[in-house]
C-alpha cells in the first residue's frame, strides 16, 4: 500500500485573503474529496467576515507547477478554545482515491515521522516550495490539557532569520503522518529549541470531538477510527539514529548561517534583490581559456546559450555544474564593471538559502584573491582564511591532528569562490594558474580575460562563462528617464566622438548604476554629454564615482541612509582616501619586497651555477638550489583589497611605530608614577627618576615592538581568536589549552625579555655613567638587567599561558564581524595585560620593598606594574589599533576619532562591503579613484598626499600601475 504521507496529490495550500491581498498562508491535507484538514489559527479570521476570501490550492507544486488552480472553499467546522484545528470544504470536489488513516503514537521509543509543508523559509521568487518535514517523534514529551501536544524532533531545520520573520510560518497546518497513520497536526514552532522543534496536535484529542464527527458525516466521511502507531521493535539489523548531530554537518551548517547572515545584511545585496535586475549578457569563455575537451566546451557553451533577461536562471545553471560532480571547477570571466562580483555574491545567497544544498553540494564561500601567494599551497591558504572570518572552524578536529576548516576544506564540503585573480601580482600569474589547474576542489573564479594569457600554454583552464557589456535596448529599457540621451545613445552612427564615449563608459552595470546615482543627486543626463565632449573615459568615470559617493552621504538625496550622518561628504571622501591609499602602500611595499627577495634568489642561483657549471641530472633535486620561500599566515602578501582593522595603521614606517608606540606607553607610565609619587608624599627626585624610568621602559617597549613586528615571534599582532569564558568547558580541555600554549607564549616572553633586558640595561648603564658612577657600579646595572630582563619576561609569559585556562573556542552562532572581532580581542588583552602587570607589581614592589622599604616599594610596584600591563597591550593587535588607529591617525587627521562607527556606516552607505572581519570597498575603481600616489613605500608616518589628476599609480622601487581589485558590477 502506498504511504499515505507520500500521496502528494493530497497536499494543500490554503490562502486567506481580503481585498485581494493574501493575509495568511497555511498547509492543509486533503482527508477526503472536497475536504481539507489544516490548523485553526490559518482560518479562523475569516470565520464569519464578508470581506474575507479562503483559496486552497490543491496538489504538489512538482505536479501542477505555476498554473496550479486555487478553488474557493469555506470553515465548516473549527475547533473549540484549545483545539487548534479546522476543516474546509472546497466549492469543487477533488478526485482523491483510498482513505487515510488515522493513528495516535503510543509507547515509551521514539516514533519516526514524515510530512508536507509550506514554510516561508522555502519561499523563493513569488512561489511557495515545498519542504519535507521529518525527524523523531518522543510519545513521552508533551504535558496536559492545552499543553498535550506533540514534539516534532526536525532533523533538518531552517536557521532563525535576523529579523521578525518566522521561518516556519506558513507550515501551520500540515499533517503528520508515522507509519503511514495520521497522528496530528502542525500548530506551531517552538523557537526555544533553535527552529528545530515544532508543535502538533494530536489527532486522538481532536478525532473523538462530536463537533468534528458530525462535520465529517455532514459530508459523507466516516468517523476517523485511531489505530495505535509506536516504533517498530528492534532486530539486530537495525541500525540505532545517531544520538546526537553529526559534529561535520553542524559546523556545515554554522558556516553557511554565518556567511549568509553576512550577505542579507549587505545593504547593496539586498537593493539588488529588491530594485529592478540588470540584463546578464554572457558567451562562452574563450577556448584558449577552457581547453579544447568536449565536457570543458559543452559545459561552457551551456551555460551561455540560453537567453536570459535577469540572473536566475544563470545562478540554477551554475549551480546545476556542482549538483552533478561536487568538486566542479569554473570560471567567470569579465572587464572591469562587468558584474562578476555581484553575480558571484547572488549565487552565493541562493544556494545558501535553499536548505537542502549542504546535502547536495559544498557550502560556497567567497574569498578575495590578491592575497594568495602560489608559494603557499591553495587549501592551507582557504584554510587561514577561514579561519580568519569564521573563528568557530578554527578548533581542533576531535580525531584528526587538523582544523575544522583544514577538514571541510581538503573534503571538499566548500566551494572556493576565488575572487579577483587579476588582483594578483603580474608575475604570479602563471604559477596560480598552475596550481589551479592542478586543485582538486572545488571553485568558482572571476578575473579579466587578460589575466589568464598565460594559461594558453598549457592547453586551459576549466569551464566558465565570459560576461559582456550593456546594449543599447538595455538602454532602453531601464533608463527611461533618460530620453534626450538615450536618442543620441542610439544614434552612434552620427559619428559624434562624445556620444560614442558616454556609450562606452556606459557599458559596463558598474558605470550603468553610477550614471543612476548621478542622476538621482540632481544631475542632469544631458550634462554627462557635455562632459564627454571634453573628458577622457577616466575623468568620466571619476565624476560618477564623485556623485555617488556625495550621493551616499547625501540624506537629501538618499533619504535610506542611515539617520547618524556624523560626516560630511567632504570628510568621508578624504578619510576613504586614506584608507585607499593604505592598501596602495600594503600592496606596494610588499610587492617591493617580493621583487628584492626575487633578485636576491636570482643571484644566489646565478652564484651556484657558476661554481657548479655541470649540468645535474634532476635539476629539482640539485643540492642547494633555492627552493620556494614557505610563507606562514602572518609574512604573506598584502591583500589589496582587505581593510582589517589590526592592519590599519601600518603603512606607517616601522621606526615611526616604534617611536609612538613606545613614547606613548612611557609617557602615560611616567605620569602615572609622578601622580603615585606626589599622593605618597614621596621627594620630587624619586618621583622625577620614576618619570625617566617609565620613559625609558616605554623605549624599551618601543624597541621589542619593533623587532616582534619585524621577526614575527608568536604572531603578537594577530587577532586572537579564543573568547574568555568561565567554566564552559572541561578541565582536561583547559589543561590542553594551556599546555598548548606554553612554548608559545612564554618562549615570546622570554625573547622580549632579553631584548628589553640588554635595551633597557644599557640605557640605564649609560645614564649611570653619565652621572659619574663608577665602571663596576654601571657593570653591576647593565648586569643586573641582562639577568632580570628575561626572568621578567618569561613570567609574564607563564602568567599569559596560565590565562589560557579562561579562554574558549568560539561557537558556530557567534557573530564574527569586525566590530565583534574587535571586541573580543580588546577583552582577552585587557585580562591578559591585567594578570600580567598584576604579577609584576606584586613581585617587582615585594623585591623593592624588602630592600628598600615600603613606602619606594609601592612607588616601583605601581611603575613596573602599569608599564608592564602596558607593554603587553601595544604588543597585541588590539594594542596596535588602540594607540595607531584610535590615537595617532585622527590626531593626524588622516582617519575620524570614532573609526568603527565611520566603517560601519561607510558600508551601510553601500561604500564598503565586509567580508568576515575584514571590509573592502565596494568598488575597485572607487577605490583605485580614491587613492593617492604614495611615496616610497615605508617613508613617512602615513601615505602622502599628491595632486595627480592622471592615473592613479603606486610607488614602489619603479612606479607601477596599481592592481585593480575584482569588481563588483552595478545593481
Known amino acids: 500500500m502506498t504511504r499515505a504521507e507520500l500521496e502528494r496529490q493530497r497536499l494543500a495550500l490554503v490562502r486567506v485573503s481580503e481585498a485581494a491581498r493574501v493575509r495568511r498562508v497555511g498547509t492543509g491535507y486533503l482527508i477526503a474529496p472536497g475536504l481539507v484538514l489544516t490548523a485553526g489559527h490559518v482560518v479562523r479570521e475569516s470565520v464569519g467576515s464578508a470581506s474575507h476570501e479562503i483559496h486552497v490550492g490543491v496538489g504538489h507544486p512538482k505536479d501542477t507547477g505555476r498554473d496550479r488552480p486555487f478553488l474557493p472553499g469555506k470553515v465548516c467546522w473549527i475547533g473549540p478554545d484549545g483545539l487548534d484545528v479546522a476543516l474546509l470544504r472546497l466549492k469543487d470536489e477533488t478526485d482523491v482515491r483510498g482513505t487515510v488513516r488515522w493513528g495516535r503514537a503510543v509507547g515509551n521509543a521514539i516514533v519516526r515521522y514524515d510530512g508536507l509543508a509550506f514554510p516561508f523559509a522555502v519561499y523563493k521568487e513569488g512561489q511557495h516550495n515545498v519542504e519535507h518535514l521529518r525527524g523523531e517523534l518522543p510519545p513521552l514529551s508533551g504535558g496536559y490539557g492545552s499543553q498535550d501536544l ?318 559582456t557589456g550593456l546594449t543599447l535596448a538595455d538602454y532602453n529599457d531601464q533608463l527611461g528617464a533618460w530620453e534626450g540621451v538615450l536618442k543620441k545613445l542610439n544614434d552612434q552612427d552620427s559619428g559624434d566622438a562624445a556620444v560614442a564615449r558616454l556609450a562606452d563608459v556606459l557599458s559596463t552595470p558598474l558605470m550603468f548604476t553610477m550614471a543612476e546615482h548621478f542622476r538621482r543627486s540632481g544631475g542632469r543626463p544631458a550634462d554627462l554629454l557635455e562632459l564627454a565632449k571634453h573628458d577622457s573615459p577616466t575623468a568620466l568615470q571619476g565624476h560618477l564615482l564623485d556623485s555617488f559617493l556625495s550621493r551616499a552621504y547625501s540624506s537629501q538625496h538618499n533619504p535610506d541612509a542611515p539617520r547618524r550622518q556624523r560626516w560630511s561628504a567632504d570628510n568621508a571622501k578624504k578619510w576613504l582616501g586614506y584608507l585607499a591609499t593604505h592598501l596602495t602602500v600594503l600592496s606596494a611595499r610588499q610587492q617591493s619586497e617580493e621583487e628584492r627577495r626575487r633578485e636576491k634568489q636570482r643571484r644566489e642561483q646565478q652564484r651556484r651555477q657558476e661554481q657548479q657549471p655541470e649540468k645535474h641530472p634532476h635539476p629539482e633535486r640539485q643540492p642547494g638550489r633555492q627552493q620556494p620561500r614557505r610563507q606562514w599566515p602572518d609574512q604573506q602578501q598584502w591583500d589589496a583589497q582587505d581593510i582589517a582593522w589590526w592592519q590599519l595603521g601600518t603603512a606607517m614606517s616601522l621606526p615611526m611605530r616604534m617611536i609612538v608606540s613606545g613614547s606613548l606607553c612611557g609617557l602615560v607610565s611616567g605620569t602615572v608614577c609622578v601622580l603615585v609619587g606626589f599622593l605618597a608624599q614621596a621627594p620630587l627626585s624619586v618621583s622625577l627618576t620614576l618619570f625617566m624610568n617609565g620613559l625609558g621602559i616605554g623605549v624599551g617597549f618601543g624597541l621589542v615592538h619593533g623587532i616582534a613586528s619585524k621577526i614575527d615571534v608568536g604572531s603578537p599582532f594577530k587577532p586572537s581568536r579564543m573568547q574568555i569564558a568561565i567554566g564552559s568547558e572541561t578541565r582536561q580541555r583547559r589543561w590542553e589549552r594551556v599546555r598548548k600554549s606554553f612554548l608559545p607564549r612564554a618562549g615570546s616572553g622570554l625573547v622580549g625579555g632579553v631584548v628589553f633586558g640588554f635595551v633597557y640595561g644599557g640605557a640605564i648603564a649609560v645614564y649611570a655613567k653619565a652621572l659619574a658612577f663608577p665602571w663596576l657600579a654601571v657593570a653591576l646595572i647593565l648586569g643586573n638587567w641582562i639577568v632580570a630582563g628575561p626572568l621578567i619576561g618569561l613570567g609574564i609569559g607563564i602568567v599569559l599561558t596560565l590565562t589560557a585556562w579562561f579562554e574558549r573556542e568560539p561557537e558556530p552562532n557567534e557573530s564574527t564581524d569586525a566590530a565583534d572581532r574587535l571586541r573580543t580581542n580588546r577583552t582577552i588583552v585587557l585580562v591578559q595585560a591585567s594578570a600580567a602587570g598584576l604579577a609584576l607589581a606584586l613581585g617587582y614592589g615585594a623585591a623593592v620593598t624588602h630592600f628598600n622599604g615600603r613606602a619606594l616599594g609601592l612607588q616601583h610596584a605601581v611603575s613596573a606594574g602599569l608599564a608592564g600591563a602596558l607593554g603587553v597591550i601595544t604588543l597585541t593587535a588590539w594594542g596596535r589599533w588602540l594607540v595607531l588607529v584610535r590615537f595617532w591617525l585622527p590626531l593626524l587627521g588622516h582617519l575620524p576619532w570614532r573609526v568603527n562607527a565611520f566603517l560601519d556606516e561607510a558600508w551601510d552607505r553601500g561604500v564598503l562591503r565586509r567580508t568576515g572581519a575584514v571590509y573592502q570597498f565596494r568598488h575597485a575603481q572607487l577605490r583605485d579613484h580614491l587613492a593617492k600616489p604614495p611615496k616610497e613605500p615605508g617613508r613617512g608616518s602615513g601615505p602622502a598626499d599628491a595632486d595627480d589628476d592622471g592615473p592613479r599609480t603606486v610607488a614602489g622601487p619603479r612606479t607601477t600601475p596599481h592592481r585593480s581589485a575584482p569588481d563588483d558590477g552595478g545593481t
Open 150 to 467: 506533540y514534539s516534532l524532533n526536525q532533523y533538518i531545520a531552517p536557521r532563525i532569520p535576523p529579523n521578525d520573520t518566522q521561518a516556519w510560518a506558513g507550515a501551520s497546518g500540515a499533517a503528520v503522518f508515522c507509519q503511514d497513520h495520521l497522528v496530528g497536526v502542525v500548530i506551531h514552532n517552538d523557537e526555544e529549541f533553535d527552529n528545530r522543534c515544532l508543535r502538533a496536535l494530536p489527532a486522538r484529542r481532536f478525532a473523538t470531538e462530536p463537533t468534528f464527527v458530525e462535520a465529517l458525516r455532514k459530508c459523507g466521511v466516516a468517523p476517523p477510527a485511531l489505530a495505535n502507531v509506536s516504533a517498530p521493535p528492534a532486530t539486530l539489523t537495525d541500525v540505532p539514529a545517531p544520538s546526537r548531530p553529526d559534529p561535520r554537518i553542524a559546523k556545515l551548517h554554522g558556516l553557511k548561517d554565518s556567511v549568509l547572515a553576512e550577505l542579507e545584511r549587505d545593504p547593496v545585496q539586498r537593493e539588488v534583490r529588491i530594485g529592478r535586475p540588470l540584463p546578464v549578457h554572457c558567451k562562452a569563455a574563450p577556448e584558449e581559456f577552457t581547453g579544447r575537451k568536449s565536457d570543458t566546451r559543452r559545459i561552457s557553451e551551456s551555460l551561455a546559450s540560453t537567453p536570459r533577461p535577469g540572473q536566475e536562471q544563470l545562478l540554477n545553471d551554475i549551480a546545476a555544474v556542482y549538483l552533478e560532480k561536487k568538486r566542479s571547477r569554473l570560471m567567470v570571466l569579465g572587464q572591469a564593471g562587468s558584474g562578476k562580483s555581484v553575480l558571484i555574491r547572488r549565487f552565493a545567497q541562493a544556494r545558501l538559502e535553499d536548505v537542502g544544498w549542504i546535502e547536495q553540494g559544498p557550502v560556497p564561500v567567497i574569498f578575495s584573491l590578491g592575497s594568495w601567494n602560489p608559494d603557499i599551497r591553495l587549501g592551507n591558504w582557504l584554510t587561514e582564511r577561514l579561519e580568519r572570518d569564521h573563528s568557530f572552524l578554527a578548533g581542533q578536529h576531535h580525531s584528526k591532528q587538523r582544523t575544522w576548516a583544514a577538514e571541510l576544506i581538503e573534503n571538499g564540503d566548500v566551494l572556493a569562490i576565488l575572487d579577483g585573480f587579476d588582483e594578483m601580482a603580474k608575475e604570479l600569474y602563471k604559477p596560480a594558474l598552475d596550481k589551479l589547474k592542478d586543485s582538486k576542489l572545488p571553485i568558482l573564479l572571476t578575473s579579466r580575460p587578460e589575466a589568464l594569457v598565460s594559461v594558453q600554454e598549457d592547453g586551459g583552464l576549466f569551464p566558465g562563462i565570459e560576461l
